[in-house]
C-alpha cells in the first residue's frame, strides 16, 4: 500500500469519527449543522452520512421544516447498532464478585447486574461474555476491569490467584472477534473519576484504595491522560519503601496507628511526584474521621500551597464502571485517535 493510500485511508477514518462524534454529542442533527461542528465540507459530511446510514449505524428522522424553505434531512446516531460488554472483577473482604453492564454505543446503560462467586477464573468469565453473546447478536466490544497489573492482555501480580498470568485478552478476542480491553482496576476507576468530575481543561488527578486484607494500590490521571508507566506497573505503591515487610505492612494497615503512618507516606509520596489536584481516598478501610489527621500527616513535609483537595469516598463502583465503559467504547473507535485521548 503506498504511502498516498495509506493517508487517504487514515484521513477518511478519523473523518468518519469527527462525523459520528458530533452526532453523538448533538443527538439530532443536519448535515449543515455537523459540517459546522466538525470543519468538515457539507459534501464530505453527506457522503460520510450516507455511508453510515446504509449500514444503519444512524437513523433519518423526518425533516426540518421550522424554517421555511426546503426541509433539512435530520440524523440521529442509532444507539441499538450495537452494545459493549463490561465487567468488574472484585474481590473484597474474601468476597469473590463480578458486576456486568451491557452498555448500547451511546453509553447508556441496558443492563446491569453483579454475581458473587466462590471463585473467578478464566472459565468463570468466559462463560459470562458466551452467555451475553449467545443472547445479544450485536455485541462489539468487551472490556474487563482486574484488580492487578495488566500489561497487552496479559494479567500479572493479581488479588484473583487464578487470573495471575492469564493471556486473557488474547483468548477472548481470538474467541470472540471482537475488541478487547482488559485494565487495572484503578486505572479504571481514577478514567471514571476525572469523566465525572468534568474539568473544562486538563488536569492531573489520583485515587488511592485501601481494601481489606488487600494490598493497597492506586491510579493517576496526569495532564488529562491515564499514567501506567512502562509495563503497566504505575501505581502499585504498595511497593513503596516503607521500611517493612510486605506482611507487616498489611498488618499495619489493619491497626488505626498504621493506617495513618503508611496513608500519609503513600499520599505524600504521589503529591511529590505528580502535583495531584485532588486525590480520592478509597476502599473499606479508610474512615472520614481520618481525613484530618492524614492531610495534617502530610502537611508535615508538603507545602501547604502544594497539597491537593482530600476526598475519602468508600463506594467507588459508579467511577469504576464509568471508567471502564469509556475505555471500552473509545477501543471501538480509529486507534490513532484513540491514543491522543487516553
Known sequence: MSSHTHNTIHVKKMNVELVKNALKAQGIATKASIAGLTKLSVATCGTILNELLAAREIIELEPDGANGGRPAKQYKYNAEFGCVICLLVRTEGGIHSIGCSIVNLLGETVSETTVELPRIDREVIDQIIEGIINDKENVQAIGIGIPGVVHRGVIGVCDVPDLA?????????????????????????????????????????????????????????????????????????????????????????????????????TLASIIAIINPVAIAITGELPRESQLKDLREGCLKDIPEEHMPQLIIQNNTHREYMTGLVAATLESLTYRLQVTEKR
Open 165 to 265: 498470568g492469564m493471556p486473557l485478552g488474547a483468548y477472548l478476542e481470538e474467541k470472540y472477534g471482537v475488541p478487547v480491553t482488559i485494565e487495572n482496576d484503578m486505572n479504571m476507576t481514577v478514567y471514571g473519576f476525572y469523566h465525572l468530575q468534568n474539568f473544562e481543561e486538563d488536569k492531573t488527578f489520583a485515587v488511592v484504595t485501601f481494601p481489606k486484607n488487600h494490598f493497597p494500590g492506586a491510579g493517576f490521571i496526569v495532564n488529562g491522560r491515564i499514567l501506567s508507566g512502562n509495563t503497566t506497573f504505575g501505581g502499585e505503591v504498595s511497593f513503596l519503601p516503607f521500611g517493612v515487610t510486605r506482611k507487616e505492612q498489611l498488618r499495619q494497615l489493619h491497626t488505626e496507628e498504621g493506617f495513618i503512618r503508611l496513608g500519609v507516606m
